[in-house]
């Protein structure tokens, strides 16, 4: 496993992020699969996606420490490589500046968009 991340197991149910919820990881998905979904606490939750291995979830808090606009949870065991906020704002610090500023932006853009209302 690559320095500075931290192998984590997730039952099925589990969560890895809440939405709402600040965050202080992100998860690269070594196996298993995740859903994740909006409003997931509420009585009619969407699922947006599934992922698997090879997606990363969580990332967006660490970008911008707002809490995830989506939960992540887990629907069949899955493990991880978690990296702490500590660890991947080390890592950004590092980054090139104008690649800094390209992926902040990119991290607005996508929280406005699922602000918006959706067009039927």
Known sequence: MASGFEQKTFKPNEFLVKEGTPSDAAFLISSG???????????????IAVLGKGAVVGEMSLFDDHPPIASAIAI????????????????????????RVILKIMVDRIRDMSKKPKVS
């Open 76 to 99: 069949e065991e899955t493990t991880t490589s978690a990296i702490s906020r500590d660890e991947f704002q080390r890592r950004v610090s590092a980054m090139d500046p104008v690649m």
């Open 33 to 47: 699969k995740v859903e994740i979904r909006k409003g997931a606490m509420g009585s009619n939750p969407q699922t």
